[in-house]
């Protein structure tokens, strides 16, 4: 999960302490939230989001976690995926970068369950944070 707290509060110029504040929390817990170490409950989410005058899916964007897992592929383990799935390379690396709401324009849902099959993961588990 990304956060967008810290980016949505700058721009509204309004303090870390301040937003705390009126919310309920600890400035720390505000500083924890911008880094994404730590989930609020549903009741601080919606605070937030009422505060920063925006939704809960702009608040926190859910980043598919096949972007980690081709990430961390070396060349070698692409190419095998490759020439035992025949799915391109270029498109491989490509989900590196590829933006949550552009995956399932950029990439088939075939094309997608081939690649979970490579990986050997349930095809959810991709997107699952």
């Known amino acids: 999960m990304v956060s967008r707290i810290k980016e949505l509060r700058e721009a509204l110029d309004i303090p870390q302490l301040e937003l705390a504040s009126r919310v309920g929390v600890s400035r ?3 500083y924890y939230l ?3 170490t730590y989930n609020p409950k549903l009741t601080l ?3 937030l989001k009422d505060e920063l005058n925006t939704s809960i899916e702009e608040l926190f964007k859910f980043e598919p ?4 897992i081709i ?3 070396t060349l070698d383990e692409l190419e095998t995926i490759h020439k035992k799935y025949g799915i391109e390379i270029e498109r491989l690396q490509h989900l590196r970068d ?3 709401s552009d ?3 950029e990439f088939t849902m075939e094309e997608l369950k081939t690649i979970s099959k490579a990986l050997r993961m349930k095809f959810e588990d991709l997107f699952e944070d």
């Open 28 to 30: 720390q817990t505000i």
């Open 103 to 105: 995956l399932l324009v």
């Open 45 to 47: 989410s919606f605070k």
């Open 34 to 36: 911008e880094k994404g």
């Open 65 to 68: 976690i096949i972007h980690d």
């Open 98 to 100: 590829v933006d949550e």
């Open 71 to 73: 990430g961390n592929k």
